[in-house]
């Protein structure tokens, strides 16, 4: 029977939405969804992406069959490439293993349920504090003990790096850590090279510790496909052992249709082919094979010259637009003399500002100023327009006066 059965609470992100959704209110704001908005408020299709689909529609040889159980060969092998770069010795050296996931969230999942199965070192992995909250569900339930390393200083805010460093020492020798490729989520807050140079060294050279990437944001943190995908590279290029989730949510705006890779760069081409052949048991008893049509997108935009350039001007167009948010919130608090220092709003990279608000101050520029944002103070710097800053900034400079 089920009649015991609890009612869950909403997820503390998608439940933003669900909040919003009730409130009638004209003048409402949607400030928690992490997915890109115009200036006008609406949902994008990039331009690249409608003309992909055009092309797929035209062409009268595709079928509805079921895809090979790692997906579409071309979409795997572009889209290794587009994370660890065309020249890629490793990708040269068939050291890459790569398999179509479902988003990123798909591609976390399977990659910590084949390092439950078959790592070596402790099934441990090792997120930052704080994290996208998904990551303490998704790895738990994927077989790893999950625990966090200090990641960002709320006094500072920005990034803990002695406390990072010190947390990834104390953790056990080949533990698992898990690494945001860039723009971190929530914070904003990213290593800067020569803080990644200290990571890297405490990872692979004091500790053999297995770094697992989660790129969520390749080409929207500064408009630069290359320049996001630095972190991973640099890592990558060292030789070592490396797992990298990627999403194509964001950067490609095609985030119902769950298209993303999981990459696994081992260290010889033989392991690689016997890693492929378990990966393959990892997904066919979960949900047997990908679905086609988003992953075909991509396939496609990427595989060809001209949509490839296309969409990158798209995409930093988006990148820019959230960068000019950033600058018209601090000028506008500026403007306002609200006590603080909010020069955080222009340092933090991505799509999202961790203001600093705390869960009283949002509250209450919910109830009297209708912005929804979730509770630690994140604001989906995406979801603002030149219209909606003002009452933003109205509301932050009431709390915090308040
Ligand atoms: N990782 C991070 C850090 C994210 O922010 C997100 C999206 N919010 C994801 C992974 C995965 O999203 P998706 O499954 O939609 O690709």
Not at 50 to 66: G, I, M, P, T, V
Request: proline share 5%; glycine share 8%; charged share 20%.
């Amino acid at each position: 029977s089920f009649g015991h059965v609890k009612q869950a609470p909403e997820d503390p992100i998608l439940g933003v939405t669900v909040e919003y959704n009730k409130d009638p209110s004209p003048m409402k704001v949607n400030l928690g969804v992490g997915a890109y908005r115009t200036e006008e408020g609406k949902p994008l299709v990039l331009n690249v992406v409608r003309k992909a689909e055009e092309q797929l529609l035209a062409d009268r040889s595709r079928n509805k069959e079921y895809l090979p159980i790692t997906g579409i060969a071309q979409f795997n092998k572009l889209s290794a490439e587009l994370i660890l770069g065309s020249d890629s010795p490793a990708i040269a050296q068939k050291r890459v293993v790569t398999a179509q996931c479902l988003s990123g969230t798909g591609s976390l999942r399977v990659g910590g349920e084949f390092i439950a199965h078959h790592y070596s070192g402790p099934k441990i992995i090792y997120v930052p504090a704080p994290t996208w909250g998904n990551h303490l569900k998704i790895f738990p339930l994927a077989g790893l003990e999950t625990r966090t390393y200090r990641y960002y200083n709320p006094k500072t805010r920005g990034l803990d790096y002695q406390g990072m460093i010190e947390d990834l020492r104390a953790a056990p020798n080949g533990a698992v850590v898990l690494l945001h490729a860039c723009a971190h989520n929530p914070t904003g807050v990213d290593p800067t090279k020569d803080e990644w140079e200290g990571i890297r060294n405490v990872v692979r050279n004091e500790k053999q510790q297995l770094p697992f990437f989660d790129s969520a944001y390749q080409g929207f943190a500064s408009g630069s496909l290359d320049t996001d995908a630095w972190a991973v590279r640099r890592f990558v290029n060292d030789g070592g052992e490396t797992f990298i989730a990627q999403s194509y949510a964001k950067n490609m705006g095609l985030y119902g249709e769950r298209v993303g890779a999981l990459s696994i760069v081992a260290t010889d081409p033989a392991v690689a082919a016997r890693v492929e052949s378990q990966v393959k048991l990892v997904i066919r008893p979960m949900y047997s094979n990908p679905p086609t049509y988003g992953a075909a997108i991509v396939a496609n935009i990427l595989s060809n010259r001209a949509l490839f350039e296309e969409w990158k001007v798209e995409l930093k167009a988006m990148a820019d637009r959230i960068i000019s948010m950033r600058h018209q919130l601090f000028d506008a608090l500026t403007a306002r003399r609200t006590p603080g220092n909010w020069t955080h709003i222009l340092n933090q990279i991505g799509m999202f500002t961790f203001t600093g608000l705390n869960k009283q101050q949002v509250e209450y520029m919910t109830r009297d100023y209708h912005i929804y944002m979730t509770l630690d103070g994140r604001i989906s710097m995406a979801g603002l327009s030149s219209r909606t800053v003002p009452q933003l900034a109205d509301a932050i400079h009431s709390a915090v006066i308040k």
